[in-house]
């Protein structure tokens, strides 16, 4: 079980360091944040380039969090807010992201949720520092309800502020 933790936890986090070092650095065929403001800014998410560099912040201190299991179910909390956020862009675009919708990070976010229930496993900074403690339904449940109410408030923010049709 804890090898399989410790995979998905890489996986995850691996995956949220690239979307951030995107965003950030403009490193995997990102555009850095002065490239990615004006996309934020059609969603919504206003003003572009501090919110460009929070989402980044976000993603790389969530995937950080899970490749090193410490703080794990904050880590997981923040990945999964992101994500929400993140997957509200095309949600008219359907579920699948080949027609450009919301199937990748809501596969990232189930991910991160599903993981703040098991705990990052034996193989973790968490359980090295003798804190086991935060695993469980407990931390999941309060890790699930932080990450789904930022995560909204984020999405209400940029409907408050999306551009709206002349």
């Known amino acids: ?3 399989g933790l410790l995979l998905l936890r890489l996986l995850l986090g691996g995956l949220l360091l690239g979307h951030g070092a995107q965003k950030m650095f403009g490193w995997f065929g990102g555009h850095g944040p002065q490239g990615t403001a004006p996309v934020f800014e059609t969603w919504g998410f206003c003003p572009g380039k501090p919110l460009v560099l929070l989402a980044a912040a976000c993603e790389m201190t969530a995937a950080l ?7 794990f179910p904050l880590g997981t909390a923040i990945a999964l807010g992101t994500m929400l956020a993140a997957g509200s862009v095309n949600a008219s675009h359907g579920l699948w992201a080949q027609a450009g919708g919301f ?3 809501l596969v990232y976010g189930v991910m991160a949720a599903a993981l703040a229930f098991t705990g990052p496993g034996q193989w973790s900074l968490d359980h090295a520092l003798g804190r086991d403690e935060l695993a469980g339904t407990g931390w999941g449940s309060a890790a699930l309800a ?3 109410v930022t995560g909204l408030l984020a999405v209400a923010h940029a409907r408050h502020n999306r551009p709206r049709p002349q």
């Open 1 to 3: 079980m804890d090898t």
């Open 65 to 71: 969090s899970l490749f090193l299991g410490l703080l």
């Open 103 to 105: 199937e990748i990070p």
């Open 146 to 148: 932080l990450g789904l």
